[in-house]
């Protein structure tokens, strides 16, 4: 593949792939729904619950963490899929550990998660 150099159409049209990438992540991976669903609910949560900049900060961060986590994952399979349709070994054990990174990217949001708003929501109680 020859290389065509920077250019502004060329700038575009990979916005374009990247754009469609995310576009089929949320219309094809069930997963990535949940999560997105997950995302929707922090949000009307951190809404009423009034987080500060730097919360909001950790709960993009990690929220943008596990849906790359999960377009990664999603990546790996499909062409782990391709490239070896029977099952083999390997293939398990790699398609495995991308799950593995999508689990604790996602248990590491819970963590973020659970540190910001408990204390909020238990703050409501008192």
Not at 13 to 20: D, G, I, V, Y
Not at 32 to 61: M, Q, T
């Amino acid at each position: 593949m020859k290389k065509k150099g920077f250019t502004s159409r060329g700038r575009a049209e990979s916005f374009k792939f990247a754009l469609n990438g995310i576009k089929l992540l949320i219309a094809g991976e069930p997963n990535a729904r949940i999560h997105c669903l997950a995302a929707v609910c922090v949000l009307i949560a951190g809404g009423a619950l009034g987080l500060s900049r730097a919360e909001w900060i950790a709960v993009a961060i990690v929220s943008g963490a596990v849906l790359a986590a999960e377009a990664v994952n999603s990546s790996i399979e499909a062409l782990a899929d391709r490239v070896s349709p029977g099952y083999d070994e390997a293939i398990k054990r790699t398609k495995d550990l991308a799950a593995g990174a999508v689990l604790l990217t996602a248990i590491t949001a819970a963590i973020v998660g659970s540190m910001i708003f408990l204390p909020k929501i238990m703050a409501l109680f008192k």
